[in-house]
């Protein structure tokens, strides 16, 4: 499939509280996810992606899971701190697996 | 820094005029990859190429072209420019054989403005 749904399109959390990410796709033969975070104005930066062999990747405040059953995947992110403020965008292979097909992201932002 | 350049990092043009994007991937990465991204809008993917070769192919307009080179740089072509082009262009590459499961690591990306 080629649509890749992502939610919320805007978030606003206090310093120091969780933030998640959610991203639903369409191809169950899908295997590959990643994040990326957006600073204003520079280039998208992978921050964490995760296979479909497993349900569950961590890198320090950031986490993925991967649900293959309802074909949707969650960006965690714990202890927010004002530089996590940026837009988030979720990707997944599109039609073929010629393509990324990214979602239309969420903009994060960390009051302190 | 992901490694991939792009070169201008800004361009002001007019319309109709025609304007050319280059990108050099990441050493040993053989495919790249051309998105569009418009004021507060999401990533569209316009064209991937690998190893010389148009890979896939995405919402890219007539008026827009790309290719690969042998020292595998790549260029996009935006012809015709309308007001509505103006967008931050970035080029992305991976290692791998082009498919969509290789990791993609963006360039700094090029700001046209048309006016």
């Known amino acids: 499939g080629e649509n890749v749904e992502q939610h919320p399109s805007t978030l606003s959390v206090q310093e120091g509280d969780s933030a998640v990410i959610k991203c639903t796709y369409s191809?169950?033969?899908?295997?590959?996810f990643p994040w990326y975070k957006q600073e204003l104005g520079k280039r998208p930066q992978l921050i964490i992606d995760?296979?479909?062999?497993?349900g569950e990747k961590k890198d320090q405040r950031i986490a993925v899971t991967l649900n293959k059953t309802a074909k949707h995947f969650s960006l965690h992110i714990t202890e927010t701190q004002p530089e996590d403020s940026a837009v988030y965008f979720c990707?997944?292979?599109?039609?073929?697996?010629?393509?990324?097909?990214f979602g239309t992201g969420t903009r994060l932002l960390v009051s302190p | 820094d992901s490694g991939v350049t792009q070169t201008p990092k800004h361009l002001i043009t007019a319309t109709g005029q025609r304007v050319t994007l280059r990108c050099s991937p990441r050493?040993?990465?053989?495919?790249v990859y051309w998105y569009q991204q418009s004021l507060d809008q999401g990533l569209q993917f316009l064209i991937q190429?690998?190893?010389?070769?148009?890979?896939a192919k995405g919402n890219i307009l007539e008026r827009f072209s790309a290719q690969q080179f042998p020292d595998l740089h790549s260029e996009l072509n935006l012809s015709s420019l309308e007001l509505g082009d103006s967008a931050l262009y970035f080029c992305?590459?991976?290692?791998?054989?082009?498919?969509?499961?290789?990791?993609?690591?963006f360039g700094p990306g090029t700001r046209l403005t048309v006016l």
């Open positions: 050493s040993g990465d053989l495919s």
């Open positions: 191809d169950s033969a899908s295997n590959y």
């Open positions: 990707a997944a292979p599109g039609r073929g697996f010629q393509k990324l097909v």
């Open positions: 190429y690998y190893n010389g070769e148009e890979r």
């Open positions: 995760i296979r479909s062999n497993v």
């Open positions: 992305a590459s991976s290692v791998g054989s082009g498919s969509s499961t290789d990791t993609q690591y």
